[in-house]
């Protein structure tokens, strides 16, 4: 168990509304991770962060903005909801014993009407 | 960008019978990983792989890392109904992010 926590579990918002999801993290890592995950597709990176204050563009970042005032709390913006934005929301760490490895949140389910 | 090609897409097997899956890339990685996945959760690391060549084992689960860097193989023996799932290559790139593949699917007939 890799201490994440994942808030909401679930969500349903409209298009046009601003979205923020939340990861908790409880081990003290440095490394976090936001994907989506969508059908045919698998999980994308959407930003990541490696300390407090520095985050940085992952593969599908555009419509998302992410922010990390302290260690244990990674949040992902949405800052105008598309219906493209719904997915599967998962948050990451990177190990501290393997750090080639990642560990994953039980994830987000977002829709956009 | 780099891509990872995880076949096949779904598996429909018996009950008892063994699993391969496979995953190949056009680029080189340093580290391959397999994950699982269950419905309504999060990806589970099941194997890490460091080393060209190396064939490592968890319980009924054994992954190799090919000797070209550019490929991966998972195998499941005699299944069980809790395998069930999506399995998930994925690569680990010289910049540190993690390329995953689509997934393989796997469903048990009873």
């Known amino acids: 168990d890799a201490g994440i926590t994942q808030s909401p579990r679930h969500k349903v918002t409209e298009t046009g509304t601003p979205v923020t999801l939340r990861c908790h993290q409880t081990?003290?890592?440095?490394?976090m991770y936001w994907y989506r995950q969508d059908p045919g597709h698998g999980l994308r990176l959407i930003h990541y962060?490696?300390?407090?204050?520095?985050?940085d563009k992952g593969e599908v970042s555009d419509g998302y903005s992410v922010s990390r005032s302290k260690t244990e709390d990674f949040l992902l913006t949405l800052e105008s909801a598309t219906s493209s934005q719904t997915s599967v929301y998962f948050c990451a760490i990177k190990g501290r014993v393997s750090t080639d490895t990642q560990y994953f949140g039980p994830g987000t389910r977002l829709t956009v009407l | 960008g780099q891509q990872l090609n995880q076949s096949p897409q779904s598996m429909f097997i018996q009950e008892g019978e063994d699993v391969s899956m496979n995953c190949t890339s056009s680029?080189?990685?340093?580290?391959w990983l397999w994950y699982k996945q269950d419905p309504g959760e999060g990806p589970v690391l099941l194997i890490a792989l460091y080393k060209a060549g190396e064939l490592t084992s968890n319980g009924r689960l054994t992954a190799q890392f090919g000797i070209t860097r550019k490929d991966s193989f998972l195998n499941i023996s005699a299944s069980i109904p809790s395998d069930v799932g999506i399995y998930f290559c994925?690569?680990?790139?010289?910049?540190?992010?993690?390329?995953f593949g689509k997934g393989t699917r796997l469903h048990i007939l009873p």
């Open positions: 680029s080189i990685f340093n580290t």
């Open positions: 962060s490696y300390g407090v204050k520095d985050t």
């Open positions: 081990e003290n890592h440095r490394y």
């Open positions: 994925a690569g680990l790139t010289r910049d540190d992010k993690i390329i």
